[in-house]
């Protein structure tokens, strides 16, 4: 006969006033990377606490509890906390949702704020790309995305860029086939088509370097930087209906123009 399977118990949530939480010595991050207190702050601010902390009581001498509670996991949401108190943009005896782990229990607070760090799975940097795309679709501008996520919005047109490769590409960096730089040198191209082109021929190749695939997906276009395009201009190459490919990860010297034939046309139109 099967042994009954023992059922688990979760750990009790509730809300407990900012004031009786103090930050517990047994958090594991020493070290500063990533979000600073300041930004996770103004997050906070914007958009409310997103994560709960994870707190234990705090015992007396005797052992008995003292209505105050340490917080070893979640250090840095209790810091930002802490600012917008100083900051007088949150009261001292706010309600934070907290997960309460009981007293005097055997794991230790040491392996509860270990083990919040370290079983953080990062974001693929793909659902990011399409996170900032879905954003966009729904209303917000790349200067108010880049706002909300504190990087500059060059870095969120880089991103929004990398999703006009084609899906077929994108599948393959999804499962680690293409590295990141490479598929930053496909979005030269907004052609899917060529795109997956370059891409047969590169990866039956031992070189797969970006700039083989930025000068395959640039062959046929003429630089920028040509003589050519000095002479009739950039303004009236665009405003006869011209196509200029930029590159927004490497210095590209103004562009590729895609259309060599409407440039020598109006280059004789010109003479």
Not at 93 to 105: D, H, I, K, Q
Not at 225 to 244: C, I, K, M, P, T
Not at 246 to 255: C, I, M, Q, S
Request: aromatic letters at 6%.
């Amino acid at each position: 006969m099967a042994s009954a399977i023992q059922k688990i118990a979760l750990n009790a949530s509730r809300d407990i006033p900012f004031n009786k939480l103090v930050l517990s010595q047994s958090n594991v991050r020493r070290v500063k990377a990533g979000l600073s207190i300041e930004e996770l702050a103004r997050d906070i601010e914007r958009r409310g606490l997103l994560q709960s902390l994870n707190v234990r009581p705090v015992l007396d001498g005797e052992g008995a509890e003292t209505g105050t509670y340490e917080v070893p996991a979640g250090g840095r949401r209790f810091r930002a906390l802490e600012l917008l108190v100083k900051q007088k943009k949150l009261a001292k005896m706010a309600s934070v949702p907290c997960v309460v782990r009981e007293a005097g229990s055997t794991i230790l607070a040491e392996d509860d704020s270990l083990a919040e760090n370290v079983q953080r799975v990062a974001l693929h940097p793909l659902d990011q790309f399409r996170a900032f795309r879905d954003m966009l679709e729904k209303g917000m501008s790349e200067e108010e995305i880049a706002a909300a996520f504190f990087v500059v919005p060059a870095v969120v047109k880089q991103r929004l860029r990398l999703m006009t490769v084609s899906d077929k590409l994108l599948d393959i960096y999804e499962q680690d086939g293409i590295k990141l730089d490479q598929l930053m040198a496909f979005s030269i191209s907004d052609d899917p088509a060529r795109q997956e082109q370059v891409w047969e021929v590169v990866s039956q190749s031992h070189n797969r370097e970006p700039y083989l695939i930025r000068r395959m997906l640039t062959e046929k276009t003429v630089r920028a930087s040509d003589r050519r395009v000095r002479f009739v201009g950039l303004e009236a190459y665009l405003a006869a209906g011209g196509h200029v490919m930029r590159d927004l990860f490497e210095a590209d010297d103004g562009g590729w123009l895609q259309d060599p034939m409407l440039l020598d046309r109006l280059m004789w139109t010109a003479v």
